[in-house]
């Protein structure tokens, strides 16, 4: 199992169909991997609001804290915050939009996805990116489904992710997990907005990570109306 992967690996991972690699969500895709790009920011203290302020519509973010980070997608990302400080539902599009071949390329390369090519009807060629059979995706599959169907407490990556695709709404069309249900939707819309478990509590950073969350949230459902 991968254990080196970044949150917005895995939660393109789990978005994507596994038969063909057709995300869910393709209308606001690049928002939610943006934000899960700006989560692992907050996570490892390198970003958060301008004045430490809670999100809210308008905020800008600003890069905190030095030194190199430890992949060079996060220090593209974190360089154009350093560059300029912008709101976060600009951030959401300037470093989204740019996300989706790097990001399924690293997938192919990690043996997550395969890249398989092929002529419809035989004459027009296609390219598809299903799931590779390895243990990595179901065992986070695993982990999403005991959060939410067994309210487990997951820790704070686990709760972004989770909370990042619940944010998408793509959360019901998951397959095969999780078994959706009313109680499912709750516990779902609570790690959205930031109760990720009693461990997290006190974590500043954890509740500004939980903050892009909802942003990214908030920008789907602007661009959905």
Not at 44 to 66: C, F, H, M, N
Not at 115 to 140: I, K, N, V, W, Y
Not at 148 to 176: M, N, Q
């Amino acid at each position: 199992m991968q254990d080196n992967t970044l949150i917005v690996e895995d939660v393109l991972l789990l978005m994507l169909d596994d038969k063909y690699g057709i995300p869910a969500g393709a209308g606001t895709l690049h928002q939610t991997l943006g934000g899960a790009v700006l989560v692992e920011l907050a996570l490892l203290g390198r970003i958060q609001p301008e004045g430490s302020s809670a999100w809210y519509k308008g905020t800008k973010v600003v890069a905190v804290g030095d030194g190199a980070l430890p992949d060079p997608l996060l220090q593209s990302s974190y360089d154009t915050i350093a560059a300029r400080p912008r709101q976060v539902q600009t951030l959401l599009v300037t470093i989204g939009s740019g996300l989706w071949k790097p990001v399924t390329e690293r997938l192919v390369q990690r043996g997550l996805l395969r890249r398989e090519r092929t002529r419809f009807l035989g004459l027009f060629p296609t390219t598809s990116l299903p799931a590779a059979d390895t243990g990595h995706e179901p065992a986070l599959r695993e982990q999403m489904r005991s959060a939410l169907e067994h309210g487990e407490s997951p820790d704070a990556r686990l709760a972004a992710i989770t909370a990042l695709i619940s944010a998408s709404g793509t959360l019901p069309s998951l397959d095969p997990v999780p078994k959706w249900s009313s109680a499912v939707a709750t516990r779902a819309k609570e790690l959205e907005q930031g109760n990720w478990g009693a461990a997290a509590v006190n974590s500043a950073v954890t509740r500004i990570a939980a903050s892009f969350s909802a942003a990214s949230a908030a920008a789907v459902v602007t661009t959905l109306s």
